[in-house]
């Protein structure tokens, strides 16, 4: 039987597709009287940490909310300090990302961002393209009803050009017009933090997602609090709207 967590882990249901709301880094910085930019710092630490977890678990689609087009409003400073942490980010960690078989894919209004972020996040995107154990999505400028316009303007664009015609559009490929469109449904959120929200975050591929919510804050989000979100998920009666 191997060991028992051994055991434990080949009981679960592992979901395809997972995606995170990285919620509550301000908050744990502040409670060490540090300024919110630190929180970033141990939120970004702890999504290495989160990646290497969940590919051994061996979900396959690991979807992150990092910035939101919303988070273009807070201090300049606070910007620039996520915006830097990024590019430091693949810089430092770009042998370990490659180690661990990290496809990466970025998705958002990623015309917003500094070019020196845009070139990096660019560069790490192309540079990972052959690898295949997790594929690592990372939301930056991102809301889900701007993609949700964008999607329509993009299908108002081929229906002018004839490339479609209106009675081709289906919930398939409806989502071909977004940002990354060979991502599938999602399965499971989990959003630390304490809120119980989904802050304008995959509304449409969140559709018959599980929910998970846990009252701890982001960098303090542990192996164990994946399992407990896995153990939960596993006992879940997904019916997709079936009556059975
Ligand atoms: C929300 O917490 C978090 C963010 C706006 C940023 C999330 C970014 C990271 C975890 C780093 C990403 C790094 C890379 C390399 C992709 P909050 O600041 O709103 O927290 P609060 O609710 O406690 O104020």
Same mark, same amino acid.
């Given at each position: 039987?191997?060991?028992?967590?051994?055991?434990?882990?080949? /009981?679960?249901?592992?979901?395809?597709?997972?995606?995170?709301?990285?919620?509550?880094?301000?908050? =744990?910085?502040?409670?060490?009287?540090?300024?919110?930019?630190?929180?970033?710092?141990?939120?970004?630490?702890?999504? +290495?940490?989160?990646?290497?977890?969940?590919?051994?678990?061996?979900?396959?689609? &690991?979807?992150? @909310?990092?910035?939101?087009?919303?988070? =273009?409003?807070?201090?300049?400073?606070?910007? /620039?300090?996520?915006?830097?942490?990024?590019?430091?980010?693949?810089?430092?960690?770009?042998? $370990?990302?490659?180690?661990?078989?990290?496809?990466? /894919?970025?998705?958002? $209004?990623? #015309?917003?961002?500094?070019?020196?972020? &845009?070139?990096?996040?660019?560069?790490?995107?192309?540079?990972?393209? $052959? +690898? /295949?154990?997790?594929?690592?999505?990372?939301?930056?400028? @991102?809301?889900?009803?701007?993609? %949700?316009?964008?999607?329509?303007?993009?299908?108002?664009?081929?229906?002018?050009?004839?490339?479609?015609? !209106?009675?081709?559009?289906? %919930?398939?490929?409806? #989502?071909?017009?977004?940002?990354?469109?060979? *991502? !599938?449904?999602?399965?499971?959120?989990?959003?630390?933090?304490?809120?119980?929200? %989904?802050?304008?975050?995959?509304?449409?591929? *969140? #559709?018959?997602?599980?929910?998970?919510?846990?009252?701890?804050? =982001?960098?303090?989000?542990?192996?164990?609090? &994946?399992?407990?979100? *896995?153990?939960?998920?596993?006992? +879940?009666?997904?019916?997709?709207?079936?009556? +059975?």
């Amino acid at each position: 039987m191997g060991n028992p967590k051994e055991y434990k882990i080949q /009981n679960l249901k592992i979901p395809d597709h997972v995606a995170i709301i990285m919620d509550g880094n301000g908050r =744990w910085a502040k409670k060490r009287l540090m300024p919110r930019k630190f929180g970033h710092r141990a939120g970004a630490e702890k999504l +290495r940490q989160v990646v290497r977890w969940c590919a051994d678990y061996k979900i396959k689609y &690991l979807t992150v @909310y990092a910035f939101s087009t919303e988070n =273009w409003q807070r201090s300049k400073d606070e910007v /620039n300090a996520l915006m830097n942490l990024i590019i430091e980010f693949f810089g430092k960690y770009e042998d $370990e990302l490659r180690a661990e078989g990290v496809r990466l /894919n970025f998705i958002g $209004e990623l #015309s917003d961002l500094p070019q020196k972020t &845009l070139e990096v996040v660019q560069k790490a995107e192309r540079d990972s393209q $052959e +690898r /295949n154990r997790i594929i690592l999505t990372i939301a930056l400028s @991102y809301g889900s009803r701007q993609e %949700i316009i964008r999607a329509c303007k993009l299908y108002g664009d081929a229906l002018q050009s004839g490339t479609m015609t !209106p009675d081709q559009l289906t %919930i398939d490929n409806f #989502s071909d017009f977004f940002y990354a469109a060979d *991502l !599938p449904d999602l399965d499971l959120l989990i959003r630390p933090g304490g809120e119980q929200r %989904i802050s304008n975050f995959l509304l449409w591929q *969140l #559709s018959y997602a599980e929910m998970y919510f846990i009252d701890k804050l =982001w960098p303090d989000f542990s192996e164990d609090d &994946l399992y407990q979100a *896995l153990e939960e998920y596993s006992g +879940r009666d997904r019916r997709f709207g079936d009556a +059975r």
